[in-house]
């Protein structure tokens, strides 16, 4: 086994220039920094005006509320906050988290790399982004639904929340449950919008939501990193085959986007090789079973024990074992200055926000390494979220129009076929053929071309300047950005 499990060594700080600042193990960047380096970084490739570009770096408007919440007879202040980026689409759209760990700062850098991450994809919205600052688990449910509805009755009174107007969806700590109390409570304030339900995305099925949402982000992640394998200076840069079938893959991360990146993965034949959580990582060379160890974990709260696999107490030697490709899927700044020289992965998927810093970014490229970034890869859910609010608005089911006529279509093509072929088909071949496509496939078409495009546009940007595919990528969402406020004018121009 390839693993090393001796205790990592105290290494001397190592100093780093990103982009005009001075890194070093004990002093990178914060996260908002971080994004305004990757942004400044990009700038210079782009073709917006130096006044534009200060228009589209700044975040138009932040709310920051307090609220009392009771627990345990004592009062709980409680925070939360909601960035919304860039209105020159509407509406704002992005995640609202629950962690104790929510700050301004973070927040104000999530929705700005929501505002590039929708450009990249050609979703007609706006970045937002939104948390409270609780640890989701020190609270029980009717707490945490007193909580979710007291900042939404914020988010009402103060306009941040509207299905034209700024857009919630889950993120770390949240998921269809919260966002169904979302959605109440939006519609207790707002009976007469008969589009309400559109006012947050990941709904349960139930209350609106879309068939696909749930895995959109993980299958994201995965149809980028197949494109990318398939480039010819990708497979010659890393020395890869450019199929997915034995690719070794490891997982940092087993929420809701690593479960899913990993089951999509080893579906199409690559080996999961390791699975990096907080507590403990499970590896195995010769590939894990995810589900099992979904279940596993299910059932005993973590992977330890876990017969088929070695778990390891010190997760991030895993990170930096070998494989072809590490998909980092859990929070921001995971791989920095203090460990990009031990990764020895030749393609890094940016699933998570923000997982490399700026420094460690430069170190890992000078390592030979690509990295597919975040605001292209982990794109999926904003996708498919937009597929949803669309769903919404129009109040209708896709598929629901055409499936039939797709399907009667088929069959008088089969029929004729049949009559000229030699052989009839049987019942089963016959229902596959003519199978009209339900929602989910609907989804997952639309997911799958528009990841497609927007990796092959990245790819084009990076050929064609001679750039990395991250600042590849931020160079488009700009231009992009640009074109639609040149496009939009100002009530100022001609005063």
Not at 54 to 68: G, M, Y
Not at 361 to 389: H, M, Q, T
Not at 460 to 470: F, G, H, P, S, V
Request: aromatic fraction near 8%; include cysteine; hydrophobic fraction near 40%.
């Amino acid at each position: 086994m390839a693993l090393l499990m001796s205790a990592q060594l105290r290494v001397p700080a190592r100093s780093h220039s990103t982009t005009g600042y001075q890194a070093t193990e004990d002093n990178e960047p914060k996260f908002l920094q971080a994004v305004g380096m990757y942004f400044d970084r990009a700038a210079k490739y782009s073709n917006a005006t130096a006044e534009t570009l200060k228009h589209i770096k700044a975040t138009d408007s932040v709310l920051s509320v307090t609220f009392p919440v009771e627990k345990d007879g004592k009062t709980v202040m409680i925070r939360g906050y909601r960035s919304q980026h860039s209105r020159h689409r509407l509406p704002c759209k992005g995640g609202i988290r629950f962690s104790s760990a929510v700050d301004l700062q973070e927040v104000e850098a999530l929705s700005a790399l929501m505002t590039y991450k929708c450009a990249v994809v050609d979703v007609p919205f706006g970045g937002g982004k939104g948390g409270i600052m609780i640890n989701p688990a020190d609270w029980t449910e009717a707490e945490l639904e007193r909580i979710t509805r007291r900042f939404t009755l914020e988010l009402c009174q103060k306009n941040f929340i509207g299905p034209g107007v700024d857009v919630p969806a889950p993120d770390v700590g949240t998921g269809a449950r919260e966002m169904g109390w979302i959605a109440d409570t939006y519609r207790n304030f707002n009976p007469q919008d008969v589009s309400g339900a559109a006012c947050v995305t990941g709904k349960a099925l139930s209350l609106g939501g879309v068939r696909g949402r749930t895995e959109a982000t993980g299958l994201g992640v995965y149809y980028g990193v197949r494109e990318f394998l398939t480039y010819p200076e990708v497979q010659k840069k890393i020395g890869h085959h450019g199929k997915i079938q034995d690719t070794s893959v490891i997982i940092q991360g087993f929420g809701n986007v690593g479960y899913w990146a990993a089951k999509f993965f080893e579906s199409n034949g690559a080996k999961i090789r390791g699975i990096v959580e907080h507590d403990y990582a499970a590896y195995n060379e010769a590939g894990i079973n995810v589900e099992h160890l979904f279940l596993w974990r299910k059932e005993h709260g973590s992977f330890k024990g876990f017969p088929d696999a070695k778990i390891v107490d010190q997760p991030m030697t895993v990170l930096e074992s070998e494989c072809d490709v590490l998909i980092p899927a859990a929070l921001e700044r995971q791989i920095g200055l203090r460990n990009a020289h031990k990764i020895k992965a030749k393609l890094i998927g940016e699933a998570a926000n923000g997982p490399v810093t700026p420094a460690a970014d430069e170190v890992l490229r000078a390592n030979g390494k690509v990295i597919v970034p975040d605001l292209l890869l982990n794109a999926g859910g904003v996708c498919v979220s937009y597929f949803e609010w669309a769903k919404n608005l129009s109040h209708l089911r896709f598929g629901r129009m055409n499936k039939r006529w797709d399907e009667r279509s088929k069959e008088q093509l089969l029929a004729l076929v049949e009559g000229n072929a030699g052989r009839p088909l049987s019942e089963g071949e016959r229902r596959e053929l003519i199978h009209g496509a339900e929602e989910h496939e609907l989804v997952y078409s639309g997911l799958e071309d528009t990841m497609i495009v927007a990796c092959n546009e990245t790819r084009q940007t990076a050929n064609l300047k001679e750039i990395d595919y991250r600042t590849a990528a931020m160079t488009n969402s700009i231009n992009k950005i640009a074109a639609s406020l040149a496009g939009s004018g100002s009530i100022f121009t001609h005063a």
